[in-house]
């Protein structure tokens, strides 16, 4: 008996592009897939995996997208039409050659150079499918691209992107009580708007850039504030606002970050998201971690050492930033919609203007020089 499965999906378990070739090789026509009578039979490059050269023409062995490798065939030049690729392939070729110290492109190509030729292009399809699902997943305006000219090495594994915080088991996040009736945050803050009603100081200037020192913590409006989404004590929440690239770094430091715009000085870069845990949690895995070579645990002891956020397997693009004993991004604590100091969201901003193309660091080993509500009311009196 059928039942009416309403509002139900099943995700199918071929790709777009598989579907497309399949429809291609059954000559189907599909309005969807963009197959019809007019094209079905054009095929597309999907890579480029060999070369040679005879006296009068130039050849490619061409990996066609959605068929098998046993159906690569040999191609004149002329008969391609995929420039990037082929440009691409020469750059990959060119760099191989002079890591074997030669510098002539044979007229064939041996087995050898060939295969790693294969791997790179295969690599930067997984890296570029990988790319997208970051892109797919995140949440906020600045867009996430992946690079590695360096090796073989392909996606982190047992790593999920996430856009905030996951809560372990039995932590719970204190929602924001009240929130502010500001029409003017900046310039005519209500009973000294959110951070005023914790005994601080307004932390963003009408730039949104941070005018306080490290150590002092960053009270910004929340869901119940009466004041808009432009708002110029909302910085944190609007996330990450730039461009930035995960990138294989050169000299054995794994995975790093450069951001692909320019930043200016006391700027929020990104926010470090994670899972949170209790402290006796992060112990138990720090050895774990130890004896892998790696952690990505963070302390939240802005008030007092009780959680930590791991971000092993469980983060967002911070998880590739590298450490720095000249950082230029700076650690801050910052509150919204949670009450709870012993909770802050720690947030990255600029130390220093930063150009495009620059890697962005911080100090994994930065102590937070903390500031207790008594010396900020004076200051503020």
């Known amino acids: 008996m059928a039942e009416n499965l309403k509002d139900c999906s099943v995700p199918c378990k071929m790709s777009w592009e598989e579907l497309e070739a399949l429809c291609r090789r059954e000559r ?58 082929m440009k691409q392939f020469h750059l990959d070729l060119d760099q191989e050659l002079r890591r074997h110290k030669r510098r002539c492109i044979p007229k064939k190509l041996d087995k050898e150079l060939t ?21 797919h997943t995140r949440n906020h305006p600045g867009r996430i691209f992946v690079m590695n000219e360096v090796d073989l090495e392909g996606p982190p594994k ?37 951070p005023g009603a914790s005994f ?5 200037n009408n730039r949104g850039q941070v005018r306080i020192r490290a150590g002092q913590p960053i009270y910004e409006c929340n869901s119940r504030c009466n004041c808009g989404l432009d708002c110029p004590n909302r910085v944190v929440q609007k996330g990450i606002q730039f461009d930035l690239c995960i990138f294989k770094t050169e000299n054995g430091r794994g995975w790093g970050v450069r951001t692909l715009q ?19 949690e992060a112990e138990r895995r720090g050895h774990i971690y130890d004896r892998q070579g790696s952690t990505y645990l963070f302390d939240l002891d802005y008030v007092e050492d009780v959680y930590t956020v791991d971000a092993a397997h469980l983060g967002n693009i911070s998880h590739f930033v590298n450490h720095s004993c000249n950082p230029n991004l700076q650690v801050f604590n910052v509150f919204i919609d949670n009450i709870d100091e ?9 130390t220093r203007a930063i150009r495009a193309g620059e890697e962005l660091t911080f100090d994994y080993k930065m102590q937070m020089q903390h500031v207790s509500i008594f010396q900020v009311w004076i200051s503020l009196e």
């Open 262 to 280: 320019h930043i200016k000085k006391n700027t929020f870069v990104m926010e470090y998201v994670g899972e949170i845990i209790t402290t006796d």
């Open 200 to 204: 601080h100081r307004m932390a963003y």
């Open 115 to 135: 295969s790693v030729l294969i791997q790179k292009a295969k690599l930067r399809q997984c890296l570029q499918r990988w790319e997208a699902h970051l892109n």
């Open 342 to 350: 012993r909770l802050p969201r720690i947030a990255l901003f600029s």
């Open 28 to 85: 189907l026509h599909c309005k969807e897939l963009g197959v019809n009578r007019a094209n079905a039979n054009e095929y597309e490059v999907e890579f480029l995996c060999d070369y040679k050269k005879s006296k009068e023409e130039e050849f490619y062995l061409v990996k066609w997208r959605g068929f098998p490798e046993s159906d690569n065939t040999w191609e004149p030049k002329r008969n391609l039409r995929c420039p990037k690729l």
């Open 158 to 194: 047992n790593f999920t992107y996430i856009n905030n915080y996951k809560v372990g088991q039995g932590i719970v996040l204190d929602e924001m009580a009240v929130g502010c009736e500001c029409k003017n945050c900046l310039d005519e803050p209500v009973n000294g708007c959110c």
